[in-house]
């Protein structure tokens, strides 16, 4: 056996179903891998689901129930992680799609590189055509980008836990979640960048499309917005400087390129140059953005990229700010 897969679920008794049909699908054997799903005290019908779908799946099935005090995300994969039984962790969520080569593409980049520790794979929102998935898909599908990017230049800086991988020795050598166990989000790239700051060259980029996990968009703006700043209340946790650096020339540009069109409606004799500004970053984003929307087979969604532009200082702003406060509604909890 080579993976343990470890899903953590809490209330996804609609969305389950879904992916163990994909994991029964996949074409690396199943002796070569198995399925744990922790239990994070669902009050619906998933504990159920994953004790009846034991019986019935061809590969193997365990349900990990959390004990009374044991609650979130962490505590959830560290459970897991507990009763694994094999080398390899991969990590995805209870309500995402893989293909039936998802684990075959970890298990040849696995052979490929064998003193890797860390594993980032690629995530691709999915939902319907509205402006507003677009615009979310387009974002995503950047921070992707810039994710994989960053790795191939030996920079760790962010990856989504949807799809990732990890030595199971490298977790334990580096703490696993102990230091950041206080902070509900963040079991993916505070481990990230614990595990490239001891063991450096040894954390890498899965580009295989059979490797791409599909997970739904927010449906609604407030629903957007709210994950974002979950995301983004982990920020000031940071311990590497990678990713704050890059957070800050983020944020930085975007709000240049708003002040410029500012500095312009007071000065005309400035719009030349806030032109100039806003042409070279709309192509800057372009040129990188294609060949990551080709790997997607999303090119349709650069059409996007300048009213994407013209919201995204307002809305990184708001979302900064509510994240840098830390409090958030997740799962029907509320998290400090």
């Not at 343990?4 to 049909?21: F, T």
């Not at 509205?130 to 979310?136: G, W």
């Not at 030595?167 to 790239?189: C, I, K, M, Q, Y």
């Not at 890059?246 to 312009?264: E, H, K, M, S």
């Amino acid at each position: 056996m080579i993976f343990s897969v470890l899903i953590a679920a809490r209330n996804e008794a609609g969305a389950l179903p879904w992916l163990l049909r994909d994991l029964a699908a996949q074409t690396l054997p199943a002796a070569r891998f198995e399925v744990l799903v922790a239990d994070d005290h669902s009050t619906d019908a998933t504990a159920a689901l994953v004790a009846e779908a034991a019986r019935e799946v061809g590969f193997s099935l365990r349900l990990v129930p959390l004990g009374p005090v044991q609650t979130g995300k962490k505590a959830a994969l560290l459970a897991a992680l507990q009763v694994a039984q094999a080398p390899w962790l991969v990590c995805t969520d209870a309500d995402c799609r893989v293909g039936s080569g998802w684990l075959v593409a970890y298990a040849a980049r696995v052979a490929q590189l064998p003193r890797a520790n860390f594993i980032s794979g690629p995530v691709l929102l999915t939902g319907p055509a509205t402006f507003l998935h677009l615009l979310v898909g387009l974002e995503f599908a950047g921070l992707v980008g810039v994710g994989a990017a960053c790795l191939a230049r030996r920079r760790a800086t962010m990856c989504n836990g949807a799809n990732l991988a990890y030595r199971r020795a490298a977790f334990e050598a580096v703490g696993g979640f102990a230091d950041n166990a206080h902070v509900a989000s963040g079991d993916d790239e505070f481990l990230l960048h614990k595990i490239h700051a001891a063991y450096p060259g040894t954390v890498h980029f899965l580009a295989d499309a059979a490797s791409t996990v599909r997970t739904a968009a927010p449906a609604t703006l407030r629903a957007l917005l709210r994950q974002r700043v979950r995301w983004a209340s982990k920020w000031r946790h940071y311990q590497s400087a990678a990713p704050r650096r890059l957070a800050l020339l983020v944020l930085g540009a975007n709000v240049a390129l708003a002040a410029g069109v500012g500095a312009g409606l007071v000065g005309p004799a400035l719009w030349p140059w806030a032109v100039a500004a806003w042409a070279v970053k709309l192509g800057a984003d372009a040129w990188f953005l294609w060949p990551v929307l080709g790997f997607f087979g999303r090119r349709r969604w650069l059409w996007g990229l300048l009213p994407l532009q013209v919201l995204y200082a307002p809305y990184a702003l708001a979302v900064g700010a509510a994240g840098w406060g830390g409090g958030y509604v997740w799962k029907g909890r509320a998290v400090r």
